[in-house]
């Protein structure tokens, strides 16, 4: 990477006699120049948009799902996912409808089963008035967007409880997207300071928080936070167990980032600027955060977006195994929780389902970081 | 390469040092004290009174009224110097016991896994390399990228559930119904080779997908060199000058994660071994951090960690064998 961060070298792909393209082109900032080489790769497009739609969907879940997520209908225990259809046996409509279901234990193998009677219509209505809620946490509200007026609705079915596990996934989308969230932003201010620190004073500084750093990373991840998540007090309330969730989520992030950082650090201290702020009497502080961070800052959005994932992923794995966040809170490794046994899945294998979401956002997160690297270094060529 | 060896040792032993101050406190930090959980295990459904004096008795039976630096010595010294890890109370038992030769299938895990991430990702990461940008370089790359965001528990329960309906087999376990309690024999080693292959299989997959991009960015990087092109000039048949110059250089990056590897795999083994029911180190690893059983869990620990040190130890000499470059700057 070249220090030089003015638009000075031609785009070499661009023709230099067309003017107007090449003026927007010199006076662009960097970030228009970023998101002009984001938006070529389609990819990274189709990521971002799902991400964006799973963000909303979650934002909004109790708008979005039919019930909200708590409440158990006893004669609707582990219901196969009903699937909105057009036709039945009295022919077409325009308007969809599911099936009428209902769950009952069969007498001999003392399994719940799922009884469908296809002639009864279930009619599916848009914004239809159901079990109040408060969107976003404040306003109070019971409109849905889609829901049946009598029976019942569960295009993903149920779980084991008669909980709508539909809604259910959205609220965890919500919660597991969020933790990540602000796991990322913990183990980012982590290893700011501890990698702004390395990078920035080199020296025995330096070798001593390297030296700690490997020693931490050659510990198994996984078994060494699951050993943190053990210790939280049973007593704890569920936001409680969020919080330091998250806690454990930026220490699992944080040794990647620091690194990156320093090593941008590192490679800029030496820099005619930086000895210029130095002489002025800036503050160590002040430099990393004025004159440094700036001249990277778009390699650490990147860096933040590939670590996302991770994040992810720790958490449906702690949480998966009873380690991470514990019912009622609903994320997506709490969900799977359902799904821990073959025998779970066989009998009930819409409870699966939470697993896609994970394996499309980890997807959805990978390909947008990838595209986003490419596109990072405008100056490039 | 004395000196080297030497060097290693000592960072090795530096490294477990400082490793095991961070598993202490780890298995500190649960609320409540060991005695409590230990009189709980021991005396809950007996009806028995448990009074202060009591768990004052046990405190000082076991050391636990010691300040814990002290503590931290005594454990580390009776490891060390006697191998013996301390006391299992949700089994009653020694955790040497409870461990005993659980390390030894954990390592035939580790290994069967290793041994089938390589003998894959390599060969297959040169062939998309050398075909770079053909269909079967994307479908790989695809993989890789699923082999990212498929955990391996949730691949582990995805085989499972095909497994038991489409072919009505179970696949838990490691070892079958009528060997689990045996003694060792060959009929027994080979049932449990049987059953090492579909762990090792789960465990290799996100392993696999990441070797694969490393050994093929390595490759592509040096199919582009001057030594290549020479030797195509001079008329080497295609295979022999790709094994002769990229292909040597392509497993270096290999090896020398061969560590991080095994890291992976242990980071993914305990939730594994939960899926498919496995009787190892990971397995216990999380039964005893449910149990809050923190001296099993610290020794679990403290095993696998050495186990990964091990591996990078091993692999600093393979490579140094492999590419003398690395003796000479690091001297």
Same mark, same amino acid.
């Given at each position: 990477?070249?220090?030089?961060?003015?638009?000075?070298?031609?785009?070499?792909?661009?023709?230099?006699?067309?003017?107007?393209?090449?003026?927007?082109? *010199?006076?662009? &900032?960097?970030?228009?120049?970023?998101?002009?080489?984001?938006?070529?790769? @389609?990819?990274?497009?189709?990521?971002?948009?799902?991400?964006?739609? !799973?963000?909303?969907?979650?934002?909004?879940?109790?708008?979005?799902?039919?019930? =909200?997520?708590?409440? @158990?209908?006893?004669? &609707?225990?582990?219901?196969?996912?009903?699937?909105? @259809?057009?036709?039945?046996?009295?022919?077409?409509?325009?308007?969809?409808?599911?099936?009428?279901?209902?769950?009952?234990?069969?007498?001999?193998?003392?399994?719940?089963?799922?009884?469908?009677?296809?002639?009864? @219509?279930?009619?599916?209505?848009?914004?239809?008035?159901?079990?109040?809620?408060?969107?976003?946490?404040?306003?109070?509200?019971?409109?849905?967007?889609?829901?049946?007026?009598?029976?019942?609705?569960?295009?993903?079915?149920?779980?084991?409880?008669?909980?709508?596990?539909? =809604?259910?996934?959205?609220?965890?989308?919500?919660?597991?997207?969020?933790?990540?969230?602000?796991?990322?932003?913990?183990?980012?201010?982590?290893?700011?300071?501890?990698?702004?620190?390395?990078?920035?004073?080199?020296?025995?500084?330096?070798?001593?928080?390297?030296?700690?750093?490997?020693?931490?990373?050659?510990?198994?991840?996984?078994?060494?936070? !699951?050993?943190?998540?053990?210790?939280?007090?049973?007593?704890?309330?569920?936001?409680?167990?969020?919080?330091?969730?998250?806690?454990?989520?930026?220490?699992?992030?944080?040794?990647?980032?620091?690194?990156?950082?320093?090593?941008?650090?590192?490679?800029?201290?030496?820099?005619?600027?930086?000895?210029?702020?130095?002489?002025?009497?800036?503050?160590? &502080?002040?430099?990393?955060?004025?004159?440094?961070?700036?001249?990277?800052?778009?390699?650490?959005?990147?860096?933040?977006?590939?670590?996302?994932?991770? !994040?992810?992923?720790?958490?449906?794995?702690? &949480?998966?195994?009873?380690?991470?966040?514990?019912?009622?809170?609903?994320?997506?490794?709490?969900?799977?929780?359902?799904?821990? =046994?073959?025998?779970?899945?066989?009998?009930?294998?819409?409870?699966?389902?939470?697993?896609?979401?994970?394996?499309?956002?980890?997807?959805?997160? =990978?390909?947008?970081?990838?595209?986003?690297?490419?596109?990072?270094?405008? *100056?490039?060529? | 390469? #004395?000196?080297?060896?030497?060097?290693?040792?000592?960072?090795? #032993?530096?490294?477990?040092?400082?490793?095991?101050?961070?598993?202490?406190?780890?298995?500190?930090?649960?609320?409540?004290?060991?005695? /409590?959980?230990?009189?709980?295990?021991?005396?809950?459904?007996?009806?028995?009174?448990?009074?202060?004096?009591?768990?004052?008795?046990?405190?000082?039976?076991?050391?636990?009224?010691?300040?814990?630096?002290?503590?931290?010595?005594?454990?580390?010294?009776?490891?060390?110097?006697?191998?013996?890890?301390?006391?299992?109370?949700?089994?009653?038992?020694? #955790?040497?016991?409870?461990?005993?030769?659980?390390?030894?299938?954990?390592?035939?895990?580790?290994?069967?896994?290793?041994?089938?991430?390589?003998?894959?990702?390599?060969?297959?990461?040169?062939?998309?390399?050398?075909?770079?940008?053909?269909? /079967?370089?994307?479908?790989?790359?695809?993989?890789?990228?699923?082999?990212?965001?498929?955990?391996?528990?949730?691949?582990?329960?995805?085989?499972?559930?095909?497994?038991?309906?489409?072919?009505?087999?179970?696949?838990?376990?490691?070892?079958?119904?009528?060997?689990?309690?045996?003694?060792?024999?060959?009929?027994?080693?080979?049932?449990?080779?049987?059953?090492?292959?579909?762990?090792?299989?789960?465990?290799?997959?996100?392993?696999?997908?990441?070797?694969?991009?490393?050994?093929?960015?390595?490759?592509?990087?040096?199919?582009?060199?001057?030594?290549?092109?020479?030797?195509?000039?001079?008329?080497?048949?295609?295979?022999?000058?790709?094994?002769?110059?990229?292909?040597?250089?392509?497993?270096?990056?290999?090896?020398?994660?061969?560590?991080?590897?095994?890291?992976?795999?242990?980071?993914?083994?305990?939730? #594994?071994?939960?899926?498919?029911?496995?009787?190892?180190?990971?397995?216990?690893?999380?039964?005893?951090?449910?149990?809050?059983?923190?001296?099993?869990?610290?020794?679990?620990?403290?095993?696998?960690?050495?186990?990964?040190?091990?591996?990078?130890?091993?692999?600093?000499?393979?490579?140094?064998?492999?590419?003398?470059?690395?003796?000479?700057? /690091?001297?």
């Amino acid at each position: 990477m070249t220090s030089n961060n003015y638009p000075t070298l031609p785009p070499p792909e661009k023709d230099l006699n067309e003017s107007e393209e090449a003026k927007r082109y *010199y006076s662009a &900032s960097q970030f228009q120049l970023i998101w002009w080489r984001f938006k070529k790769r @389609r990819i990274a497009k189709i990521g971002a948009l799902v991400l964006i739609i !799973m963000a909303l969907s979650g934002l909004f879940a109790e708008f979005f799902g039919p019930y =909200t997520g708590t409440t @158990r209908v006893s004669e &609707s225990v582990l219901v196969a996912p009903q699937i909105p @259809r057009f036709c039945n046996s009295e022919g077409c409509t325009l308007r969809p409808f599911v099936p009428s279901t209902i769950s009952k234990r069969n007498p001999e193998t003392l399994r719940m089963e799922t009884k469908v009677d296809p002639s009864v @219509r279930r009619d599916i209505y848009f914004f239809v008035e159901g079990e109040p809620y408060e969107l976003l946490g404040f306003f109070p509200m019971n409109t849905h967007l889609f829901g049946v007026e009598e029976g019942t609705i569960h295009i993903f079915g149920t779980d084991s409880l008669g909980r709508d596990l539909y =809604t259910r996934t959205l609220i965890a989308t919500r919660t597991s997207l969020s933790i990540g969230i602000i796991g990322v932003i913990i183990a980012f201010i982590l290893a700011l300071i501890i990698g702004g620190a390395a990078g920035y004073f080199g020296g025995w500084i330096d070798y001593v928080i390297q030296r700690l750093t490997e020693i931490v990373r050659v510990i198994p991840v996984i078994p060494l936070y !699951m050993g943190l998540a053990a210790a939280f007090p049973k007593e704890w309330s569920s936001s409680q167990v969020y919080f330091a969730m998250t806690l454990i989520l930026a220490l699992v992030g944080w040794p990647t980032l620091a690194r990156r950082i320093r090593g941008k650090l590192l490679s800029l201290r030496g820099e005619d600027y930086v000895i210029a702020a130095n002489l002025a009497g800036a503050s160590p &502080s002040r430099i990393i955060g004025r004159h440094l961070l700036p001249a990277f800052s778009s390699y650490i959005i990147v860096d933040l977006v590939i670590s996302f994932p991770y !994040m992810l992923l720790s958490e449906t794995a702690l &949480s998966f195994v009873g380690l991470g966040l514990r019912p009622p809170t609903v994320s997506w490794g709490v969900l799977l929780q359902d799904a821990q =046994t073959v025998r779970a899945i066989e009998q009930a294998p819409w409870l699966f389902i939470p697993a896609l979401f994970v394996v499309v956002a980890v997807l959805s997160f =990978t390909v947008l970081g990838d595209g986003l690297r490419d596109a990072a270094d405008p *100056y490039q060529v | 390469m #004395v000196k080297f060896l030497i060097k290693r040792t000592l960072g090795m #032993v530096v490294t477990m040092f400082f490793v095991s101050i961070m598993i202490f406190v780890i298995m500190e930090l649960p609320p409540g004290d060991y005695a /409590e959980r230990w009189a709980f295990r021991k005396f809950s459904g007996t009806g028995a009174q448990i009074t202060e004096a009591d768990l004052d008795n046990i405190r000082a039976n076991f050391g636990l009224d010691r300040p814990a630096p002290e503590r931290y010595l005594t454990w580390i010294k009776d490891i060390v110097l006697h191998g013996d890890f301390g006391q299992a109370f949700a089994f009653q038992t020694s #955790v040497n016991n409870v461990i005993g030769q659980k390390i030894w299938l954990t390592l035939a895990i580790l290994f069967s896994t290793l041994i089938i991430t390589y003998t894959i990702s390599i060969p297959v990461g040169m062939y998309a390399a050398v075909r770079q940008n053909s269909v /079967e370089d994307h479908a790989l790359t695809i993989f890789s990228y699923l082999g990212f965001a498929l955990p391996n528990f949730l691949l582990a329960l995805v085989l499972l559930y095909i497994m038991t309906t489409y072919f009505g087999t179970s696949v838990g376990g490691l070892f079958s119904p009528e060997y689990a309690d045996e003694p060792w024999s060959k009929g027994k080693v080979l049932d449990l080779l049987s059953h090492l292959i579909i762990p090792a299989i789960i465990l290799a997959w996100s392993a696999t997908a990441f070797q694969l991009q490393t050994v093929r960015a390595t490759m592509l990087d040096e199919l582009n060199t001057l030594s290549v092109t020479a030797a195509r000039a001079r008329g080497v048949a295609e295979w022999k000058l790709l094994i002769k110059y990229p292909a040597r250089l392509a497993i270096n990056p290999v090896i020398s994660t061969m560590g991080f590897d095994a890291n992976r795999i242990f980071s993914e083994l305990p939730i #594994v071994a939960l899926v498919l029911g496995l009787p190892e180190l990971g397995g216990l690893l999380l039964k005893s951090y449910l149990d809050l059983d923190m001296y099993v869990a610290g020794a679990i620990l403290l095993i696998l960690t050495f186990m990964i040190v091990f591996m990078n130890f091993l692999s600093d000499i393979l490579l140094a064998f492999l590419d003398p470059r690395v003796k000479l700057i /690091e001297g």
